[in-house]
């Protein structure tokens, strides 16, 4: 093309418009796709897209092979009857490139039950009674998402699940557990791009159970204490006035306890198993005519 001809208006007649596929090319090499000059797009759009126009799906900085690898060597294509639709497709891909929300085509058809067979494999690492509530929690989750793609799953689904739960009968505390369950992972599912964006918010979780705490009085706590049998009532103390768990107090070993000094230091949850936390582990000062009730064998 001439110089004098560079940059000006094309004839009316003349298809001069960038193939949408050649766009993508310049977003993956990291060029402007409107900085060409008029002499890059003569030519671009081949015949047999004057119908349809293609939108090819390649991964960004990949060169050609490693692409078609990871599509167990297809190459995807998306047509569009306009361009308009077309161009603003690439928008929407170059602009979640650039935010690092891009979702690869492949994993965001994973679905719900085959992500949390995956997730409860790396879960595995846990305590054998969190897995065993994760395991609960997850079969409640499949029932109702199983089937479905991981980023099909609406929030105004999420709320109508947690509603479904609250009228079969189950209880505040256990459908705030499900659902944050289900919260968790899809976060984790964010995390590898099977999806864009978790369905599950604060506007989808349902409410917390409200505690009603309770405080019973010194001469309630002995009341309770002496109609107890006598091998119990050194749990009925432990609670009370070491404020042990019920699984601390069951595990509490004769070594864990000072008598002397009146201090118990629990180690041990039933059935003898390590408690999980390093604060669990703290040495607890309780009173001295309380120490010797406990049993030493």
């Known amino acids: 093309m001439p110089e004098a001809d560079r940059g000006a208006r094309p004839r009316s007649g003349r298809n001069t418009s960038l193939r949408v596929g050649q766009i993508t090319g310049r977003c993956e090499t990291g060029a402007d796709p409107a900085s060409g000059s008029a002499d890059d797009v003569e ?13 090819n799906l390649r991964q960004p900085q990949q060169d050609p092979t490693q692409r078609r690898a990871l599509r167990g060597g297809k190459r995807g294509a998306r047509h569009f009857d306009r361009r308009v639709d077309a161009q603003r497709w690439v928008d929407e891909r170059t602009a979640a490139l650039v935010s690092g929300t891009h979702v690869d085509l492949k994993t965001s058809r994973i679905t719900v039950s085959d992500w949390c067979s995956t997730w409860l494999e790396g879960y595995g690492t846990r305590r054998p009674s969190t897995v065993r509530q994760a395991n609960l929690h997850v079969a409640q989750i499949e029932a109702e998402f199983g089937p479905m793609q991981l980023g099909v799953v609406r929030p105004s689904q999420l709320k109508s699940w947690t509603a479904k739960l ?21 976060s ?9 964006r978790s369905p599950c918010s604060r506007r989808t979780s349902p409410p917390r159970a409200k505690q009603r705490p309770y405080v019973a009085t010194t001469e309630q706590v002995w009341a309770l204490h002496d109609t107890m049998l006598e091998h119990l009532r050194a749990g009925i103390l432990l609670g009370a006035f070491a404020r042990l768990r019920i699984a601390e107090a069951c595990g509490l070993r004769t070594d864990d306890v000072d008598f002397l000094r009146g201090v118990i230091t629990p180690a041990f949850q039933y059935p003898a198993e390590r408690l999980k936390t390093e604060t669990s582990k703290t040495a607890i000062p309780v009173p001295r005519s309380c120490a010797p009730r406990c049993p030493r064998t």
């Open 188 to 196: 984790d599912a964010g995390a590898r791009r099977d999806h864009s």
């Open 43 to 55: 030519g671009l759009q081949p015949a047999h897209l004057s119908a349809q126009r293609q939108v």
């Open 166 to 186: 609250g009228e079969q009968g189950y209880a505040v505390s256990t459908v705030y557990a499900f659902d944050s369950r289900l919260s968790q992972i899809m």
